[in-house]
Structure formats: structure tokens, C-alpha cells
């Protein structure tokens, strides 16, 4: 069985484009492999895959600020991928990143709005607890 393919994580919008993304990393890391840049490939595989890694391990959050505290981690792997995409960019010997920054663009606004969303939450408070 695939990834996408279980009923558990199909329907997680965020986290099916993370592995998604994840999975383009490594074949874009590999393309850099070939080309001997090694030091590079390892930042943007290392950081590619901890986003949809950390967005996984926040579906087990402990409680909200735990699963708040791990999207915002994924969020800082997002900012550094981006850096490391757009330093390929910038080089010429290196291959062209913008595919995978347009999907990092996409899975960025989305972890800023459920940050943002699950911060102003509040608790429901239930009539047998008064």
C-alpha cells in the first residue's frame, strides 16, 4: 500500500502535499547527487522531508500546543528548503528549482493558516465541568 492510497491520510490535504513534496525532494536531491553537490543535496533532502515528517508526527499531537509547536517546526523547514531551492536557483551549475517551490508556496500558506487557526481556537468547555 501507498502512502496516499490509505483512507487515514487521504482525505489531509496538507499532509498528502508534504509527502508529495517530500517525494520530489529526494528524486531532486538524487539529480544533484549525480551532479556531485552533495553539501546542497543533503540541506534540501534533510529539510524536504522533516516538513511532511513533522506535519505526520503533529497528527499525534499531545494536546494543541503540542500539535502547534510541530506545524511550526514544519513551517521552519519549509523557510529553510526555500532558502537552499532558491540558492539552486541562483547558481548556475545547479538544476532550476521553481516546480518545487511553487508547491513549497502552496504547503507554507496552508501550515501558516492551520497555525494561525488552531492558535485562536478556544476550548470548548462542557456543561458537566461547571
Known amino acids: 500500500m501507498h502512502f496516499t492510497?490509505?483512507?487515514k491520510y487521504k482525505n489531509n490535504v496538507i499532509l498528502?502535499?508534504?509527502f508529495e513534496l517530500a517525494v520530489?525532494?529526494?528524486?531532486f536531491s538524487e539529480e544533484l547527487d549525480v551532479l556531485r553537490k552533495y553539501t546542497i543535496s543533503n540541506q534540501i533532502l534533510?529539510?524536504?522531508t522533516s516538513i511532511g515528517a513533522n506535519i505526520k508526527e503533529a497528527q499525534n499531537a499531545e494536546s494543541k500546543i503540542d500539535f502547534v509547536h510541530k506545524l511550526k517546526i514544519a513551517s521552519k523547514e519549509a523557510d529553510e528548503l526555500e532558502y537552499w531551492l532558491y540558492l539552486c536557483n541562483e547558481v548556475e551549475t545547479y538544476?532550476?528549482?521553481?516546480y518545487l517551490l511553487i508547491e513549497l508556496t502552496v504547503i507554507k500558506k496552508l501550515l501558516n493558516k492551520i497555525i494561525s487557526t488552531s492558535k485562536n481556537v478556544?476550548?470548548?468547555i462542557?456543561?458537566?465541568?461547571n
Open 122 to 124: 478556544k476550548p470548548i
Open 24 to 27: 520530489k525532494v529526494i528524486k
Open 16 to 18: 498528502k502535499l508534504s
Open 5 to 7: 492510497d490509505n483512507p
Open 46 to 48: 534533510r529539510a524536504g
Open 95 to 98: 538544476p532550476n528549482a521553481d
Open 126 to 129: 462542557s456543561e458537566s465541568s
